[in-house]
Structures are given as structure tokens and as C-alpha cells.
């Protein structure tokens, strides 16, 4: 599978990141979760105190962080330190929501996810199919009922020892998915020419069942 291009895009909650690593395993591919860059660039905001608002500021603290910047199947490192852990609260996915409405934002970190995936790669987010690699040979639109979703990130937030309100939770993954629906520039959508997976009632093995029968038909 060396040098293939899979991109998996779908809204919160829809399974894509438990689904490309599975993937991967199958298939021998690295997985780029393009979602760390986005929470990455939010996270640095809060931290440094930019305004999350200020599309300027934003471009610029952006290109000062792609230099020190390190984004593999492990994670993203910045500055010397693994990001990875802090990145998966409510509060960092807000603000990553946030910026990444910013089209100056997404311009500066396209280049990086055009040219990481080159090599081969199972790359998921929200405008893969359509802006990032509008060429891969196989694309995936990953969904499921907003209930569904709610319920999964919830007891993720659980199982990492975050309390949190189901209820709250529904209404947060609403809030972005609106957000990253309605946005002007690179909203979520699903490509034309990518296959659309509902995996309210699946599990994730029968969704990568599903995938795995669909690349093998098209070799
Ligand atoms: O997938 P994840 O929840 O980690 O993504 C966090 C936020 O980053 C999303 O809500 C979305 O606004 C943004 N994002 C994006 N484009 C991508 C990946 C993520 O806009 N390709």
C-alpha cells in the first residue's frame, strides 16, 4: 500500500480517528490526524493568550509554530514537548473549531499536510477528499446520528477521567459541528466522489471491514 492516499473526513464524534488506525494496522499506511494541527494551533492561542478572534495574529503565531513543529502516526510535538495529551478537552476543540475558520489559518497549514501525505498515507479531518488531497484515490465520509456521537465522545471524555454532562456534551459537539459545517472556507463536506459510511449502528471493525472490502475492489 506504499504511496497510497486515503483520506477519511467526517464530523466529531464519527469514529474516524479509532477507524484510520485500525486502518492503518491492515493496511501498513501511517496515520496523519490533521484535527492535532488545528487543536495544536488553538491550544498554543489559550496558551500564549493571541485572541482567538485575531486572524492576523493567528497567521503569524502559525508560522513561527510550523519551525518548531513535529506531526506523525504518534502525535504532534512543538517546542521540544509531546502536545499530544493536553490536546483531547472540550476547551482545546472549541478553540480549535475556532481558528480553523480562519482561511489564513488553513493556508498556512496546508502545505505541510500536502506534502507529509505524499509518501502514503491515511489522513483524516474535515476537508481531505475535498481540499487537501482532492486527488487521493479512495475517500471516506465517516458519519453517524448527532445521539451516537454525543454518546461516544462522552464516555472517551470518561475513560480519560474528564466528568462531563451528556447533555453538555450533545450540545457542544452541535455548536461545532454547525461551526465547521457553516464556515466559508473549507467546511465540512463530503467529497463527490467519496463513499459515504453511516456507522450509527456499526461497529468500528465492520466499518474497517467495510473499507478494507472497498480498497480491495478497486486495486
Ligand atoms: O477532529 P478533531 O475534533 O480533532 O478536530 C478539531 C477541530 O479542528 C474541528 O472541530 C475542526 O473545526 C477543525 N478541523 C478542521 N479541518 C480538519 C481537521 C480539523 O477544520 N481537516
Not at 29 to 51: H, I, K, M, N, S
Not at 145 to 174: F, I, N, P, T
Not at 197 to 209: C, F, P
Request: include cysteine.
Amino acid at each position: 500500500a506504499a504511496g497510497l492516499m486515503v483520506a477519511i473526513d467526517g464530523p466529531s464524534g464519527s469514529g474516524k480517528g479509532t477507524v484510520a488506525k485500525l486502518l492503518a494496522d491492515e493496511i501498513g499506511l501511517p496515520v496523519l490526524d490533521t484535527g492535532l494541527l488545528y487543536r495544536l494551533t488553538g491550544a498554543v492561542a489559550l496558551e500564549r493568550g493571541v485572541e482567538l478572534d485575531n486572524e492576523a495574529a493567528l497567521a503569524e503565531m502559525v508560522g513561527d509554530m510550523l519551525i518548531g513543529l513535529s506531526w506523525s502516526s504518534d502525535g504532534i510535538g512543538y517546542d521540544g514537548a509531546d502536545w499530544t495529551p493536553r490536546l483531547r478537552t472540550e476547551a482545546v476543540g472549541a478553540a480549535a473549531s475556532t481558528v480553523a475558520a480562519k482561511p489564513l489559518v488553513r493556508e498556512r497549514l496546508l502545505s505541510l499536510q500536502q506534502q507529509l501525505a505524499q509518501a502514503g498515507c491515511i489522513m483524516d479531518g474535515r476537508d481531505i477528499g475535498t481540499v487537501v488531497l482532492p486527488d487521493a484515490p479512495a475517500k471516506f465520509f465517516l458519519t453517524a446520528s448527532v445521539r451516537e456521537r454525543a454518546r461516544r465522545r462522552w464516555s472517551q471524555l470518561k475513560q480519560m477521567g474528564h466528568r462531563g454532562d451528556l447533555d453538555e456534551v450533545l450540545l457542544d459537539l452541535k455548536k461545532r459541528d454547525q461551526r465547521d459545517r457553516e464556515r466559508q472556507h473549507a467546511p465540512l463536506a463530503q467529497a463527490s466522489d467519496a463513499i459515504s459510511i453511516d456507522s450509527t449502528t456499526l461497529r468500528v471493525d465492520e466499518v474497517v471491514d467495510r473499507m478494507l472490502g472497498i480498497l480491495e475492489r478497486r486495486q
